[in-house]
């Protein structure tokens, strides 16, 4: 009697799982027996490719009739990056912060003016971690409280909340994951970033900031996070960025490198881009973004590693890619994190993992770094 009681229950308990797995949330992470309950549950989508690189890539206005701030709605996700907040509330991608990798593609090129290969690889390392491959969704930040219970362990929430997959320590206005809330904007830590900007940039956000203050908080995630993780690809990401504000924050008929603070809370605070604001007059490629990083990273080197448990622990990781293994960072992605997350795919979920695999080496084609094979 007690094993069929047990049996009615665990049934019970799955099934309200399954009603309740939103179709954006990543299946990363699920076990066989659990990915074979919920995908077919889920609208089968196939992966639209990404669109191609703009062809007007000059200083436009970006806050047009067509794209008005509306103040995020109670059930509207907004998560950890500004950038992405900032486009959902102004339309450029849907408002409620769930797409397609392609709408995002086309939104960052739209609003920001970011190149079409810096755009596709930083989509797409992010979709394929966090993302719902199957019906091709992702949540910019976590879930609603009205997606139900959380699937159970090892399953990730899914969005850009996650931690340690592509969210990760040390975050410029965000708190490490370590402290309870990863996405939610920081008055502290902005109002640091403000000091950092009157003290080595006359009041302006810049690269020698960005240096100063990169530093400053891998410094305090050392000090503070007994758990503070920084290798790749956290390791590349929290560089990047320190250099996107100035690539992306900066009204294009500016060319002096220098946000203004007043607009970057804008952003960072309130998912807001100025009134008039046109974005950048230079489309950003992963080949500038990645002179930004050396730039910063040549001011204070640090390995890539992280904490012991404890704090002021840092221990450099030999295993981890740094800024003299591009190549690396790719393969580590590809056959420890995403293999990791999905240990045993098939079916649709398989013919979805290999294709968005397939758009995020794209802009790496051409580049010595040859593709990892397709999983099997």
Same mark, same amino acid.
């Given at each position: 009697?007690?094993?069929?009681?047990?049996?009615? =229950?665990?049934?019970?308990?799955?099934?309200?799982?399954?009603?309740?797995?939103?179709?954006?949330?990543?299946?990363?992470?699920?076990?066989?027996?659990?990915?074979?309950?919920?995908?077919?549950?889920?609208?089968?989508?196939?992966?639209? %490719?990404?669109?191609?690189? =703009?062809?007007?890539?000059?200083? $436009?206005?970006?806050?047009?009739?067509?794209?008005?701030?509306?103040?995020?709605?109670?059930? *509207?996700?907004?998560?950890?990056?500004?950038?992405?907040?900032?486009?959902?509330?102004?339309?450029?991608?849907?408002?409620?912060?769930?797409?397609?990798?392609?709408?995002?593609?086309?939104?960052?090129?739209? !609003?920001?003016?970011?190149?079409?290969? =810096?755009?596709?690889?930083?989509?797409?390392?992010?979709?394929?971690? *966090?993302?719902?491959?199957?019906?091709?969704? =992702?949540?910019?930040?976590? $879930?609603? $409280?009205?997606?139900?219970?959380?699937?159970?362990?090892?399953?990730?929430?899914?969005?850009?909340?996650?931690?340690?997959?592509?969210?990760?320590?040390?975050?410029?206005?965000?708190?490490?994951?370590?402290?309870?809330?990863?996405?939610?904007?920081?008055?502290?830590?902005?109002?640091?970033?403000?000091?950092?900007?009157?003290?080595?940039?006359?009041?302006?956000?810049?690269?020698?900031?960005?240096?100063?203050?990169?530093?400053?908080?891998?410094? *305090?995630?050392?000090?503070?996070?007994?758990?503070?993780?920084?290798?790749?690809?956290?390791?590349?990401?929290?560089?990047?960025?320190?250099?996107?504000?100035?690539?992306?924050?900066?009204?294009?008929?500016?060319?002096?490198?220098?946000?203004?603070?007043?607009?970057?809370? !804008?952003?960072?605070?309130?998912?807001?881009?100025?009134?008039?604001?046109?974005?950048?007059?230079?489309?950003?490629?992963?080949?500038?973004?990645?002179?930004?990083?050396?730039?910063?990273?040549?001011?204070?080197?640090?390995?890539?590693?992280?904490?012991?448990?404890?704090?002021?622990?840092?221990?450099?990781?030999?295993?981890?890619?740094?800024?003299?293994?591009?190549? $690396?960072?790719?393969?580590?992605?590809?056959?420890?994190?995403?293999?990791?997350?999905? %240990?045993?795919?098939?079916?649709?979920?398989?013919?979805?993992?290999?294709?968005?695999? *397939?758009?995020?080496?794209?802009?790496?084609?051409?580049?010595?770094?040859?593709?990892? %094979?397709?999983?099997?």
């Amino acid at each position: 009697m007690l094993l069929f009681s047990f049996l009615g =229950l665990f049934s019970l308990f799955s099934l309200n799982n399954v009603l309740a797995f939103p179709s954006y949330r990543s299946l990363a992470g699920l076990s066989p027996a659990e990915l074979e309950v919920i995908i077919p549950t889920l609208e089968v989508r196939t992966p639209e %490719p990404p669109p191609g690189p =703009l062809n007007d890539t000059s200083a $436009k206005l970006v806050v047009d009739p067509a794209h008005p701030w509306i103040e995020a709605g109670l059930n *509207d996700i907004r998560g950890p990056c500004p950038g992405l907040n900032t486009l959902a509330s102004h339309g450029w991608l849907p408002r409620n912060g769930i797409a397609t990798p392609a709408e995002i593609v086309n939104a960052v090129q739209e !609003g920001f003016n970011m190149a079409n290969d =810096l755009a596709i690889f930083v989509t797409y390392a992010a979709f394929l971690v *966090d993302g719902n491959l199957v019906t091709d969704l =992702l949540s910019i930040g976590g $879930k609603t $409280k009205n997606t139900g219970p959380d699937p159970p362990a090892p399953a990730i929430v899914g969005g850009l909340n996650t931690h340690a997959v592509f969210e990760g320590d040390a975050s410029t206005t965000r708190a490490d994951a370590f402290f309870g809330d990863n996405h939610s904007f920081n008055e502290s830590l902005f109002d640091e970033l403000t000091a950092f900007s009157n003290q080595f940039g006359a009041g302006f956000y810049n690269l020698s900031v960005a240096a100063e203050f990169r530093f400053q908080r891998i410094k *305090d995630s050392i000090a503070t996070n007994p758990q503070f993780s920084f290798i790749s690809p956290r390791y590349f990401t929290a560089y990047a960025e320190s250099v996107f504000p100035i690539a992306f924050f900066i009204d294009g008929r500016q060319s002096n490198g220098q946000l203004d603070m007043n607009v970057a809370r !804008g952003f960072f605070q309130n998912s807001r881009f100025p009134d008039g604001f046109f974005r950048a007059n230079v489309s950003t490629s992963i080949n500038e973004v990645g002179n930004g990083i050396g730039q910063i990273f040549a001011k204070h080197p640090i390995a890539p590693g992280g904490n012991d448990d404890a704090i002021n622990t840092y221990t450099p990781d030999p295993n981890s890619a740094d800024f003299t293994q591009f190549c $690396k960072l790719y393969t580590d992605f590809v056959n420890v994190t995403v293999r990791g997350l999905y %240990p045993s795919a098939t079916g649709v979920l398989l013919d979805a993992l290999n294709t968005n695999l *397939d758009f995020f080496y794209s802009p790496l084609q051409g580049s010595g770094c040859p593709q990892v %094979p397709a999983f099997v």
